[in-house]
C-alpha cells in the first residue's frame, strides 16, 4: 500500500540527551536577575547585549506530547468535556456559531477588522493526518465560512498575525524537520493572493508567539520549539523594508504559549518551558526600548496551543491543552487586565480541545476548531466548533444560540455555510509534495521492450465489490463505482521521453442545484499493466463543462499521495475541492514511469452516466482523431470495455441541504 510518508516516528531521531535544566519555580521559571515577586508587582528588565543562549536554558530533549507534530503520536487523548450548554444571550458566554468547513488543528489563524482566518493545520483524511494548505475565513456579522486562496504550500504547528491589510505566517512545519520551514508567507487580504518574503532569519521553530504592530508595520516572533527544546530569541520583521532583524531575547524561553498586543507592550503567558511543561508565568516586551519586564500576576491555570485575542486594555486566553493542573484539555477561558495586573475567570469553553486557534474580529473572541479525544466524535477527533464570545463593552451577538455541546453531524455531512468555491475566476492549484521517483535523475529512461498502449486489454476483473461507505460527516457524493469491465484505459503522466504518451481521462457528474460539496475524496478503481507499477504519486484535476466535454480547468492538484487495496485507489485531497451546483468533469492521472513501472488504468465502465467519458492526449503519441484535444474516449480508445469510468467522490456538503429521502448518505447515485 501506498500512503502519505508517516510522520509519527520523526521524534524518535531526537537525541534523547542534553545537559540538564536549569531549577524551576512551581509557578514557572524565575527570570534572569528579576526575583519572583508578588501578583501585583511589576519589575522591569534591563536592556542589555544579547548573548548566545540568554535566555535559553540547556535542557533535557523534550519527548512528551506537547511536541508531537501529529495527533496521530499522541499517547495520551483523554480529557475534559467542557461545560454542558449555552442557554444565555449576555456577554462574556461562549456560544456555537457556524461549524468550520473543515474541521482541523495545528492550524495558525488571524485576525482582520472585519473576519477571521483560519490558515493551515492538520486535518483527517479518512485514514490518516495530514497537513493542509486551505484558508478558511470566517464572518462574524453574516455567521458564514469562504474558503480563500489556499497557502503556498500545505502547513501546520504554525502561527501567525494580521496588521495593514495582510496576513504574515512565518515558519510552521511543512512536513519535513528539524530544522523546519523558514518560509514568510504574506497573504493580501483585498486582491485574495499569496506572496513568500525573506526568510526567517535564525533557527526555525515551531509555535512561537507571532504579534502584529500595525503602528510599526512590524512583526514580532517571539520563542517557540526548534526540534530539542523551548527557545528565547526575538525575530522582528519590518514589512515596510522588507527586512528581519533581532531584538532582546527573552528572559524565559518557552513555546506553545499565548500573547497578543497591548498598546506599545507585547505581553507573553502560559506554553511551556525548558522541561516542556506548563508555566503559568507572564513577561512583556517593550517595543520602543527593546526590554523586557517581568514579576506580573500569573496565570490561575498556565497551558499550550490555546485561543488568544485582545480586546481593549485584556487579554483573552481560552482552551489549549497539557495545562498546570494536569488537564489533558482545558476550557477555562482567563482574561488578563493590563491596567490593574490581575487575572480573572470567564465562561469557559462549551468544547475544550487543544492546538486550537482564534481570535477577537471587533468585539467578538473566537475559539475554533481543535482536537479533543474523545469528546469531538468526528472524524480524527477534530472539533468542528466555532465558539465565540461577546466581550462586555459592545453589541451581543444577534444569532440565536443553541444548546449544542459539540458539532458532531451523525446523520448528514451538510454543514449549512457560504463558502467561495474553486471556480473560472478562483482557479485552486496544489503541491501534494509526493516527489517522483523517476528514472530520469540519472539520465533520459530506456524504452521497455513493449509498446505504451491506450487500453489494457480484458485482464481485470469485473466482480462487483462496494466499498466501504465513509465516516460521518464525511459522505458519499457522488458513485458511479459499479458496472465494471474487464478493461482499463490509460491516464498517465509519463517520464521525460515519454512525453508523447501524457494522457487523461475525465468523467462527468452533477452537483445538484442549490448545494456546494467539498471534495476531500477520489476514489477510482484501476489496476497495473505492460508493467508492475507501481506509481509515484497522483494526480486529480476538475473541469467546468463544455457542452459534452471537459473545459476549464478550476481545481489542480498534483503529487498526491493514495493507498491502493487490490484494485481500489484512494486519493485523499490535501485541499478540498469546492464546487458550487452545476456539471464537472473530474480526472485522476497517474505519476508513472513506463520504463520500468509499466502502465496505470484506469476501469472502463460498462453503462454510461450523463456525457461518456473523454480522453485526451496532448502530445500526440496515439494518434487520435481529435488530436490532443478533449474527445470522447471510445473515438480514441475503441477497444474500451466501456462509454464511462469507475470512481466515486467523498467529502461533505457545505453549503445547501441533503437530497432528501437519503439518509445519512447524501448521496446521489446513478444507475
Not at 512551581?26 to 544579547?50: E, H, I, L, R, W
Request: hydrophobic residues 35%.
Amino acid at each position: 500500500m501506498l500512503e502519505r510518508s508517516n510522520r509519527r516516528n520523526l521524534w524518535r531521531l531526537i537525541p534523547l540527551l542534553l545537559l540538564l535544566v536549569t531549577a524551576m519555580g512551581a509557578g514557572g521559571m524565575a527570570f534572569a536577575g528579576v526575583p519572583t515577586q508578588g501578583a501585583n508587582s511589576v519589575t522591569q528588565q534591563s536592556k542589555g547585549q544579547d548573548t548566545p543562549g540568554k535566555g535559553q536554558n540547556k535542557q533535557v530533549a523534550i519527548t512528551n506530547d506537547t511536541v508531537a507534530l501529529s495527533n496521530g503520536t499522541l499517547t495520551d487523548k483523554g480529557g475534559t468535556v467542557g461545560k454542558s450548554s449555552d442557554t444565555t444571550n449576555s456577554p462574556d458566554v461562549f456560544v456555537n456559531k457556524a461549524a468550520v468547513p473543515v474541521p482541523v488543528d495545528r492550524h495558525a489563524s488571524a485576525a482582520s477588522p472585519t473576519h477571521l482566518y483560519l490558515l493551515g493545520g492538520e486535518y483527517w483524511t479518512g485514514s490518516a493526518y495530514a497537513i493542509t494548505s486551505t484558508v478558511q475565513r470566517y464572518d462574524p456579522v453574516a455567521d458564514t465560512w469562504a474558503f480563500m486562496a489556499p497557502m503556498p504550500g500545505p502547513l501546520d504547528n504554525a502561527e501567525a498575525c494580521s496588521m495593514n491589510g495582510k496576513i504574515y505566517v512565518p515558519g510552521g512545519y511543512a512536513g519535513s524537520g528539524p530544522p523546519f520551514s523558514t518560509n514568510l508567507y504574506m497573504y493580501d487580504i483585498t486582491n485574495n493572493g499569496w506572496s513568500t518574503g525573506p526568510a526567517v532569519i535564525g533557527t526555525p521553530t515551531l509555535w512561537p508567539v507571532v504579534v502584529c504592530n500595525a503602528a510599526t508595520n512590524k512583526v514580532y516572533v517571539f520563542g517557540g520549539f526548534d526540534g530539542v527544546g523551548a527557545t528565547a530569541a526575538v525575530k522582528i520583521y519590518d514589512a515596510q523594508i522588507t527586512t528581519w532583524t533581532t531584538g532582546t531575547s527573552s528572559p524565559v524561553a518557552r513555546y506553545g504559549a499565548d500573547g497578543g498586543l497591548i498598546g506599545t507592550k507585547l505581553f507573553v503567558a502560559g506554553g511551556a518551558g525548558a522541561a516542556g511543561t506548563a508555566l503559568t508565568s507572564v513577561e512583556s516586551y517593550d517595543i520602543a526600548g527593546d526590554f523586557w519586564t517581568g514579576g506580573y500576576a500569573p496565570m490561575a491555570v498556565g497551558g499550550l496551543y490555546g485561543s488568544a485575542g485582545v480586546f481593549g486594555t485584556a487579554l483573552y486566553i481560552s482552551g489549549g491543552g497539557f495545562g498546570s493542573d494536569g488537564s489533558a484539555y482545558l476550557a477555562r477561558t482567563e482574561r488578563y487586565d493590563s491596567v490593574a495586573n490581575t487575572w480573572s475567570t470567564v465562561d469557559p469553553l462549551l468544547v475544550a480541545a487543544r492546538h486550537m486557534n482564534g481570535g477577537v474580529v471587533t468585539n467578538l473572541f473566537h475559539a475554533d476548531s481543535g482536537f479533543n479525544s474523545p469528546t469531538c466524535a468526528t472524524p480524527g477527533n477534530l472539533c468542528p466548533n466555532n465558539q465565540q464570545l461577546t466581550l462586555a463593552g459592545g453589541a451581543t451577538s444577534t444569532p440565536t444560540r443553541t444548546n449544542t455541546v459539540v458539532v458532531t453531524p451523525t446523520s448528514t455531512a451538510c454543514v449549512p455555510s457560504a463558502v467561495n468555491f474553486a471556480s473560472v475566476d478562483h482557479p485552486v492549484v496544489v503541491d501534494g509534495g509526493v516527489k517522483s521517483t523517476s528514472q530520469n535523475a540519472n539520465g533520459p529512461a530506456k524504452q521497455q521492450t513493449g509498446t505504451i498502449q491506450k487500453n489494457s486489454g480484458s485482464v481485470g476483473s469485473s466482480k462487483f465489490v462496494p466499498l466501504a461507505e465513509p465516516k460521518a460527516p464525511f459522505v458519499t457524493l457522488y458513485d458511479q463505482y459499479d458496472n465494471f469491465s474487464t478493461t482499463a484505459s490509460v491516464s498517465q503522466d509519463f517520464e521525460a521521453a515519454n512525453n508523447a504518451f501524457d494522457a487523461q481521462l475525465g468523467d462527468d457528474f452533477v452537483v445538484p442545484a442549490g448545494q456546494t460539496w467539498s471534495i476531500t475524496n477520489v476514489a477510482l478503481r484501476g489496476l497495473y499493466f505492460n508493467g508492475p507499477g507501481p506509481a509515484a504519486s497522483m494526480n486529480v484535476y476538475f473541469y467546468t463543462n463544455g457542452g459534452t466535454l471537459p473545459a476549464t480547468p478550476v481545481y489542480t492538484a498534483t503529487n498526491l499521495a493514495f493507498s491502493v487495496t487490490g484494485e481500489d485507489f484512494s486519493v485523499p485531497l490535501t485541499v478540498p475541492a469546492v464546487l458550487s451546483a452545476g456539471t464537472y468533469w473530474v480526472s485522476v492521472q497517474a505519476r508513472l514511469d513506463f520504463t520500468p513501472g509499466g502502465e496505470f488504468g484506469w476501469y472502463d465502465r460498462t453503462v454510461q452516466s450523463n456525457s461518456p467519458a473523454a480522453f485526451r492526449n496532448p502530445g500526440g503519441g496515439f494518434n487520435c482523431p481529435a488530436g490532443g484535444a478533449w474527445a470522447a474516449k471510445t473515438g480514441c480508445i475503441p477497444t474500451a470495455g466501456g462509454p464511462d469510468q469507475v470512481f466515486k467522490l467523498v467529502g461533505t456538503i457545505v453549503g445547501g441541504g441533503c437530497p432528501t429521502g437519503n439518509g445519512n448518505r447524501c448521496k446521489q447515485k446513478l444507475q
